[in-house]
DNA sequence: CACGTTCGTTTACATTTGTAAACACAAAAG
DNA sequence: CTTTTGTGTTTACAAATGTAAACGAACGTG
């Protein structure tokens, strides 16, 4: 499933990952982007070219001449592309998985103290509306062997 | 990025719904996965034959002769691959991005009393060392316009 | 002003993925 | 026992993706 989908058109992993840096470096020129991403990854010069091509012509990115060389700027937020990409794979999983995913992500990440106490407050809002059993709904109700 | 990777190889959003039914029903025919893979994507009898001999090839899926037909069985459990999928996403996300995706993950997942009462319990072991702020790892150090 | 350097654009090509028809074989039916 | 039918296997092919060389235009340099 390689692809991650955002604002309808698809990005992929690779592409993905020359979004991260424009997006942490707020923009950046191609041979920013292709030096930083060379300190991770293994990929040519002509590759990130065209990966960057690619991310222009599926309206990730923009680029504003200055001078010889072109800037690239992202045309899409990272927060909700991030967002995006999660929800998409959270829909892809069974609901009875959800609850000890979320559990193990919780314990492997870092969070900051902000993080827990938000994350705390909108458990408490939770709890007292939160049902017993999850059900799966992988399938039609009446064929789930898992849940029902 | 279409293709989540699970136990080395990697598996596509196709293949992962197939498995998903599978899952569900702990082991079924070709004809009962057809028939409701049918009732939520519109594949032709064909292509989920082709993904189930993928599957088969891949190692994600075992079959067993029984009269005419083969019985298809997981090789692979589903809670692991819930997890490695989500842990390769997490991994291609800032990690300044992740306290605020896991709150509104937390927000709109369905979440069992049991759920939320062990998130509580993490959240309260994590928070006396938790960190003020996160720092995002996106660059190198130096590089970073995010967070540094 | 000619020339090499530095980009962005085109073109290329092997794999992977989505999609599916055609084929082969075993089992059920008659 | 022959025919039909349900199933797995092969083969097919276009689109997407990873990977990159070649080409061409603009800019700085001598």
Redesign the interface.
């Known amino acids: 499933?390689?692809?991650?989908e955002v604002n309808g058109t698809?990005?992929?992993?690779a592409e993905?990952?020359l979004m991260?840096?424009v997006?942490?470096?707020?923009q950046a020129s191609s041979t920013d982007i292709i030096h930083?991403i060379q300190?991770k990854k293994d990929w040519s010069e002509s590759t990130v070219k065209t990966l960057l091509h690619r991310l222009v012509s599926k309206n990730y990115l923009s680029t504003t001449k200055e001078g010889r060389r072109f800037i690239y700027t992202p045309l899409i937020d990272?927060?909700p592309a991030?967002?995006q990409?999660?929800?998409d794979?959270?829909n892809?999983?069974?609901?009875m998985?959800?609850?000890?995913?979320?559990?193990?992500?919780?314990?492997?990440?870092?969070?900051?103290?902000?993080?827990?106490t938000?994350?705390?407050a909108?458990?408490?809002v939770?709890?007292p509306n939160?049902?017993?059993?999850?059900h799966?709904h992988?399938?039609?109700d009446d064929?789930?062997?898992?849940c029902c």
């Open positions: 499933m390689e692809s991650m698809e990005m992929t992993s993905w990952e991260r840096i997006w942490t470096k707020g930083l300190l990272e927060g991030v967002q990409i999660t929800s794979l959270f892809q999983i069974c609901d998985e959800k609850g000890p995913l979320l559990l193990k992500l919780i314990k492997e990440t870092t969070l900051s103290q902000a993080d827990i938000s994350m705390q909108a458990l408490t939770k709890a939160a049902p017993t059993e999850i799966c992988c399938l039609p064929t789930c062997n898992k």
